[in-house]
């Protein structure tokens, strides 16, 4: 499966506080949850994000309470894919519970810049920047993990099996 899209970039330590703030925790609704994604660390995210945009992360991306709301807002607000150079873990593990890639990777983090248009080969784990035609080379998701993505999320994992 191949992701492309436009990328937005943040910093290290990243937290699900500023991902989707506390105060919209009283919805499940993914879309609601979308529309106030990143506010609270780039007001204009919202605004300018596109199904199929990539996000790039620094350092512990992902990092502070445990909620399940940040990833989703996330992936509710277009994001097809993060890229960081790591991510906190419980982070991670909600992400590929909901289905949306993630990818650890210091080098395409640290080379991809602000706007780039980026191409994901999630089952060869290439990454390409197609302003600089750089490759970077990850390793590819295990099959039940990227079975678990290609069904959004685990929930219609299990209940294909």
Not at 58 to 87: D, L, Q, T, V, Y
């Amino acid at each position: 499966m191949k992701v492309k899209g436009f990328v937005h970039k943040y910093n290290d330590n990243v937290d699900t506080d500023v991902i989707i703030p506390a105060r919209y925790l009283n919805t499940t609704d993914h879309k609601e949850l979308a529309g106030h994604c990143m506010e609270d660390i780039d007001e204009g995210f919202v605004r300018r994000v596109k199904d199929g945009d990539i996000m790039v992360g620094g350092w512990n991306f992902g990092c502070g309470s445990s909620r399940e709301h940040a990833p989703i807002a996330i992936k509710a607000s277009g994001i097809n894919c993060i890229i960081a150079k790591s991510f906190a873990r419980i982070f991670y593990r909600n992400a590929i519970n909901i289905g949306l890639a993630i990818i650890e990777s210091k080098e395409a983090a640290e080379a991809i810049e602000q706007g780039d248009e980026v191409e994901i080969n999630l089952d060869s784990g290439v990454i390409t920047n197609l302003r600089t035609n750089e490759k970077f080379n990850t390793p590819p998701f295990p099959s039940f993990i990227q079975e678990i993505i290609n069904s959004n999320g685990y929930l219609n994992w299990i209940a294909k099996r």
